[in-house]
């Protein structure tokens, strides 16, 4: 994959829509209320981000463990203290009732979204967009709401250009449609942001397209922003809440086990930063109310689509108050209410082959009611009581004309016909009520309301966990869940060991077939869902495996008959009939590719693969004007569906309308755009289609291969100059993924063998693949290479093999002293072998070069500590100042492990003052290091070496105070990496049995062990 800066805003001669510069307003005027949309760059005050990493993210271990996950993209290293002003195109939909911003150069994210009629931002607009090191790789802002899909983490294009389409609709609706390619699973997501002319609400409309054969892990989380205040109260129906990671138990919600009401934003006031996911309530909405202004933010989408509820919240210490001024300039802290598909975000699912999501949220403010207790898509409600009434407040998010019943229990106690308009409230007063937990509120025939909450809660078990045990279905479930979360290499050992055990375990005989199928290993798929169907024939996902198997392996007669097998199977039949008319298109049997895409129609009428091969096989027939009425119903479904807009070029080629389609490329990695539509065109026979999208890519570099590979036969001159112009293009940022690149590319370092570059990229792809042994003999081969990265990431490829490790770390140095990652690794490299001297030495050479990189000054504290040079570190440590990135923790413990150290040598030099002054100065949290002092954090070894210093001063009631803390704290948090002072605390309080239990679970930190045994206490 490569990056390319390329114009945002493009001429778009197919519907003359944005112009840069310009603003265009939709206009409903013959109807009586407006929606209206503008499109323009404003100037908005940036923090930017650059650096990216040439080297491939195998080589990270950070990313929550998701660095290899996210491959083929490439991470940010770069961030700024210092804003410029810049200019980005911004969406503005807007009716009479709010007004929603979209940012669709920064990842398509809602920028924000306001009350219109009271002025109140009910999604938190974050006035400045200053990127931070958050996301999988890298940059991320707050603020707006940010759509997530593929594997935990901020998207990686969260920060990044998306596709976009702004839309009117003849009911007066404006949308804008905002997606992109989640690259490492090759799926598709789009989310369509409406305001309608006549609601007070917005609406989104996701859908997640995966054309793959494969299954693709599943996550999908919307992600909202509110303003925080102490006034603010989360309102999420549920009785329990879980952690991410499953690590805190399940635990009752709101009020939890220590009497504490955690739906108030101000009793969270503990502990670190707070992720709860909450479950166990059927109910559709959720959101928050501001008692102080009376006002709220709500969320609304059926359970089914969105079950998933969580709210995030910065640790209400310095820890996490120190994020408002690193995040924001003016507009102060945020919480988080986030929406998903699974119930917690550790979860992932599993997304079939051909399978095509869509669901529904609407996104509201209210106000002038009181607590929301329900909402619908036409209503919030609330329920209160005043002067011993019960009070029911509603507010409309759309025009009601309609009566409003009340029933407590069967009997009726309130009729009233209600006319209001959007945004208008009304209060009625309901009176004394005998049963006010057995309330029903209908509008119209429609229950809109119930207040008895047993009625929507859920008994079902929720056990989270890992699956976890030997027997060959704990083993099948574990693999199962390592697939779902792109730990494909895991999952396969566990698979295997599952059949060891049960060689005819079915489920994981097809699992084993789809991962070497995904790696590119057709035969040892094919040999496995072989065994798969000798035990069940007519088994589908046997059947659809064997097929795809046998359609690469050239067998095409196996392939046909096993996949009609496969389509008889609901599950399978939209991807068995849309491998057949595939078949079919490449074997020029038109009519009948056209029977089995409308097979696949069938199936499912709302999902656009199966209508994308329609609109090809219409055109190939020549029915040109069935043929646009497809393509106009798959924009209908997908409007940034790539292939229907290519589709309508052919239909009507001409290098206006080839621009046209090119202009809706407008997302980061547009050649790869092309590229796999261009694998589209060719899976399916049409070479020619292919090679023309491979020539709109031909700034990639695999791109050109891949034009030398179609013509090496019919044109080999031709073919030679694309070769040789690849051969001569630079690897930089340059990460291939696509298995079906390997023959290509096999092909190529076999026509150049002298040219390294070939043979650097199929070891990349072979690494992507978890085909470790072939990459290994790829990059063996690799030491004629002139590039820096290709030594790192051949180090990190061969970790048993230290010595050729170290020579490739000195090696990538020796070629780009002048860049600082090359610097970095090495440094690291010879600290996790403790070459303590090669290190202080690299990193204070380094630091020569770069003194402000704030890396190279972590890596220069970590030799000095090691060397044992504890005051240059601190004086080092005084002059950094750290923007918070994936290590800033570890800056702040290399502070606290520097001044330990110092203290630790004072007080064997018995200079008790100085240990003193030193052991004030561990107990800091300096904010220029990236960090905020946490809640109660652990320092009961600054606390016991204080009151040796007291004892030694002759101040012991000091001493004994300090003692007394530390058995406080122990009792409070009995565990943590300092409780072996607990233990000598009581010791020294003369509670030798409590301490001697202590003593049996705990040591003194390794680090420190030695010097604490030094000491005369």
Known sequence: MKNRKVPFLKLSLLLGLIIIGATIIFSHCSLKEKASVTVKKETILTYPFSDPDPIPVFGRSSLWGSGAKIYPYFVYNGFSFNSQPKEWAVVRLKNKYLEVSILPEVGGKVWGAKNLKTGREFIYTNKVIKFREIALRGPWTSGGIEFNFGIIGHSPSTATPVDYYVSENSDGRISCTIGNYDWPSRTRWQVTITVFPDKAYFETRARWTNPSPFHQSYYAWMNAAIPASPDLRYIVPGKYHIGHDYSVPLESWPVDSSGRDLSWYKNNDFDGSKSYFVVGAYDNFFGAYYQNSDSGYGHWALYPDIPGKKIWIWDLSRAGEIWVDLLTDSDGQYSEPQAGRLLNQSDHGSFPPAASDLWKEIWFSYQGIGQMVGAQPSVVLSLYMKNNSYILGLYALEKIKDRLVVKEGQKEILSQRLNLEPAQTKLLDLGRLSEPGNLSIYLGNKIIHQTNSQAKELKRPFN?????????????????????????????????????????????????????????????????????????????????????????????????????????????????????????????????????????????????????????????????????????????????????????????????????????????????????????????????????????????????????????????????????????????????????????????????????????????????????????????????????????ARAYLNPENQEQSYLDLKKARSLSPEAWRPWHHLINFELRQVFNDSALSDSLQALEKFPENIYIQSDTVKALLASGQFLKAAELLDKMRVLPYEGASEVHSLYLRVHLHLALKYLQQKDWNRALAEIILSREYPESLGTGRPFDPDQRIQDYLEAICYEHLGETDKAKQKYVEIINYTEKFPDGPYAYFGALALEKCGQKEKAFKIKKGTKPPEEFARQIAQLDY
Not at 535 to 547: H, K, T
Request: glycine share 4%.
């Open 464 to 792: 989270f966990h890992r699956p976890a045990g030997n027997s060959p279905e704990d083993l099948y479930l574990a693999g199962q869940t390592l697939e779902n979360e792109r730990d494909y290499s895991g999952a396969l050992e566990k698979y295997i060991a599952c059949l060891r055990q049960e060689p005819n375990h079915l489920r994981a005989l097809n699992r084993v077939a789809e991962i070497y199928f995904r790696r590119g290993e057709y035969y040892r798929a094919f040999d496995s869902a072989r065994r798969a169907l000798e035990i069940s024939m007519y088994d589908p996902d046997s059947n659809f495996l064997y097929g795809i198997a046998a359609r690469k392996l050239n067998q095409t007669t196996e392939a046909k008959e096993s996949l009609g097998w496969a389509a008889r199977s609901p599950a399978f039949a939209v991807p068995a009939y849309l491998q057949l008319a595939q078949i079919a298109l490449g074997e020029n049997d038109y009519s009948l590719g056209e029977e089995y895409a409308r097979r696949a129609i069938r199936f499912d009428q709302e999902n656009p693969l199966p209508y994308e091969l329609l609109a090809t096989v219409l055109r190939l027939q020549g029915q040109k004007e069935k043929a646009r009425k497809v393509c106009q119903k798959i924009l209908e479904l997908d409007p940034l569906d790539h292939i229907a807009r290519y589709e309508l070029y052919l239909l009507q080629p001409s290098p206006e309308n080839l621009k046209s389609f090119e202009a809706f490329v407008r997302n980061e990695f547009p050649e790869e755009t092309f590229m796999e539509i261009a694998l589209h065109y060719l899976d399916i026979g049409k070479t020619e289609n292919a090679h023309q999208l491979f020539e709109l890519a031909s700034k990639n570099l695999e791109a050109l291969v891949w034009l030398a590979y179609l013509d090496k036969n019919s044109n080999p001159d031709v073919s030679h100059e694309y070769l040789e112009k690849a051969a001569a293009a630079s690897p930089y940022l340059v990460f291939p993924f696509r298995e079906e690149s390997l023959p290509v590319l096999t092909w190529a370092s076999q026509k150049m063998p002298d040219n390294w570059k070939f043979r650097y990229y199929l070891g990349l792809i072979y690494w992507h693949l978890g085909r470790l042994e072939e990459a290994r003999e790829m990059f063996k081969s690799l030491d004629s290479a002139d590039y820096y990265p290709v030594f790192i």
